[in-house]
């Protein structure tokens, strides 16, 4: 059964840097997402992307954060200078169009020091 | 936009007894209800799903009911195994199009052998 995918699975970096998290979605898969969670806590929307543009994102995406879908199969997450609390497992999603389902990724967890 | 609350957040049940998860939503406009179990370090996987013209919906020993008129929504696992022992989220959705999924706080479910 195809899967999402999502490297790296662990990513640690130092505060200020810019990390690109990167997802293969399903394909054929029509929407695709990013959620984040905050170890112990609950999954957070982040952003989701329709037909090459975003269709909404939350009051965590601010500029510090954008998404890409380069070619016809990677979606990524970009974070162009990094908080201490952006730590957090991220996972990427899609979903088909004829159904509601989302898949989840394994996610990144990503460590700012 | 959606909030939706999950009661308990941490549940003790002896194996082969029965557990039961509620949640709140407070959209009207949601129509989609998954539920995501989720393991220590996996990604959240859907184990069964209900949609609001549906009041019920089994599958082996997982059944979801739906209030829609209280806007709530319950899971139930019968027979619990030492492998239910994970982490359970509810989720809404108004489910058209790209609309991303709003998650409940999580319950931790402890199966005691």
């Known amino acids: 059964e195809p899967e999402v995918t999502q490297t790296p699975s662990h990513q640690v970096t130092q505060m200020g840097q810019e990390v690109i998290l990167r997802c293969v979605p399903i394909s054929n898969h029509l929407y695709f997402y990013w959620y984040r969670q905050i170890l112990g806590q609950k999954v957070e929307f982040l952003v989701s992307?329709?037909?090459?543009?975003?269709?909404?994102k939350s009051e965590i995406f601010d500029d510090q954060f954008s998404v890409e879908r380069p070619d016809g199969s990677n979606f990524t997450l970009k974070i162009r200078s990094t908080k201490l609390e952006d730590s957090a497992m991220y996972f990427c999603?899609?979903?088909?169009?004829?159904?509601?389902?989302?898949?989840f990724g394994p996610g990144t967890r990503l460590t700012v020091l | 936009g959606e909030n939706v609350e999950q009661h308990p957040s941490t549940l003790s049940v002896q194996e082969g007894d029965s557990a039961v998860i509620k949640c709140t939503y407070s959209?009207?406009?949601?129509?989609?209800f998954p539920w995501y179990k989720q393991e220590l370090g996996k990604r959240p996987q859907l184990i069964i799903d209900?949609?609001?013209?549906?009041g019920e919906k089994k599958d082996q020993r997982i059944a979801v009911t739906l209030n829609k008129t209280a806007k709530h929504f319950s899971l139930h696992i019968t027979e619990t195994q030492p492998e239910d022992s994970a982490v359970y989220f509810c989720?809404?959705?108004?489910?058209?199009?790209?609309?991303?999924?709003?998650f409940g706080t999580g319950t931790r479910l402890t199966i005691i052998p």
């Open positions: 999603a899609s979903k088909p169009g004829d159904t509601d389902t989302q898949y």
């Open positions: 209900i949609r609001s013209n549906v």
């Open positions: 989720a809404a959705t108004p489910s058209f199009g790209n609309e991303k999924l709003t």
């Open positions: 992307f329709y037909n090459n543009e975003i269709s909404e």
């Open positions: 959209d009207s406009a949601s129509n989609y």
